[in-house]
Nanobody
Framework: QVQLVESGGGLVQPGGSLRLACAAS????????MGWFRQAPGKERDFVAA????????LYATFVKGRFTISRDNAKNVLYLQMDSLKSEDTAVYCC??????????????WGQGTQVTVSS
């Protein structure tokens, strides 16, 4: 079955960087677009970034553009999110998702459990 397992979260100071990874299994990775979403306590899930099957097209939420970079390694079945210039408001649980279509809405087919990112001094 489809499995998406995130890693790389943790505590980082404002202005710092983290690289999240999402290991995928149970499906043909490069047949699916991949995305990252986040959810802060008491808030709705927000779209962060998405990447097409080949990695040739990307889509970002306005609030992360220029700071975060989504990428994928189809040979290793791994999705990445490089997060730079982190701010306290980036604190959230970050989840990866898979679907046939790249989109900024939250109706993706499969989801991981998430990894906690905390930005604090």
């Amino acid at each position: 079955q489809v499995q998406l397992v995130e890693s790389g979260g943790g505590l980082v100071q404002p202005g710092g960087s983290l690289r999240l990874a999402c290991a995928a299994s149970g499906f043909i990775f490069d047949d699916y677009a991949m995305g990252w979403f986040r959810q802060a306590p008491g808030k709705e899930r927000d779209f962060v970034a998405a990447i097409s099957r080949s990695g040739g097209n990307t889509l970002y939420a306005t609030f992360v553009k220029g700071r975060f970079t989504i990428s994928r390694d189809n040979a290793k079945n791994v999705l990445y999110l490089q997060m730079d210039s982190l701010k306290s408001e980036d604190t959230a649980v970050y989840c990866c998702a898979a679907d046939e279509y790249m989109k900024s809405t939250s109706n993706w087919r499969s989801w991981g459990q998430g990894t906690q990112v905390t930005v604090s001094s």
